[in-house]
């Protein structure tokens, strides 16, 4: 596990619970009064593939709308938003679901697995988290059920779970976002 090395009042946040649990809507929040009045941006990782996507982005878009944030695409090699940013603001990453899933099938137009991906998206991560004043992280939980996937399904999930057991690990706080509850399972007392 990799390590964050991190001085001041810094703080990492990372956020996970089910689809359409509200998750995005409470990180926009915290990010939001994380940031006291100073620049925070929405990291977009969704490249979107179809009206389905497109209508999630513009629901998101809608969402956020007067809250301050400025938005940064950047659907992989997520360190490099910091070309674009202020490493002194809050940053909101939604989501490391869609990063991974970019960063698995790099070319759209072969849709081959790189199952390198999950170890580009881990350093990206904890580059990202080294450098920023403050961060909250969204992910979806997707690899609690019982059923067998096909193989690359599998690698994705996998490759999601380690992110996940990664950000927690460096997290000051990590919270579960179930059907509207907000539940700390670590640094309740750090928000």
């Known amino acids: 596990?990799?390590?964050?090395?991190?001085?001041?009042?810094?703080?990492?946040?990372f956020i996970t619970g089910g689809a359409k649990n509200?998750?995005?809507?409470?990180?926009?929040?915290l990010a939001v009064k994380l940031a006291s009045g100073g620049k925070h941006y929405y990291l977009a990782t969704m490249?979107?593939?179809d009206e389905e996507d497109n209508?999630?982005?513009?629901?998101?878009i809608a969402d956020r709308a007067g809250l301050g944030?400025?938005?940064?695409?950047?659907?992989?090699d997520i360190a490099r938003c910091l070309e674009r940013a202020d490493r002194e603001g809050t940053f909101l990453l939604d989501s490391v679901t869609a990063l991974l899933l970019n960063e698995l099938y790099p070319d759209p137009t072969t849709w081959k697995l790189d199952a390198d991906a999950p170890d580009r998206c881990q350093k990206g991560l904890e580059t990202l988290c080294n450098q920023v004043q403050n961060i909250v992280l969204v992910s979806d939980y997707i690899y609690s059920d019982a059923a067998k996937y096909?193989?690359?399904?599998?690698?994705?999930r996998r490759g999601l779970a380690r992110l996940d057991r990664f950000l927690a690990g460096i997290a000051d706080a990590v919270i579960e976002v179930?059907?509207?509850s907000h539940i700390f399972h670590k640094g309740e007392g750090k928000l």
């Open 69 to 76: 944030f400025e938005t940064v695409e950047q659907g992989r």
């Open 1 to 13: 596990r990799g390590q964050v090395h991190r001085g001041g009042k810094q703080v990492i946040v």
């Open 150 to 156: 096909d193989e690359e399904t599998e690698v994705y």
């Open 22 to 29: 509200g998750k995005s809507s409470y990180a926009q929040d």
């Open 178 to 180: 179930s059907a509207g």
């Open 47 to 49: 490249i979107p593939c």
């Open 55 to 60: 209508d999630r982005i513009r629901h998101h």
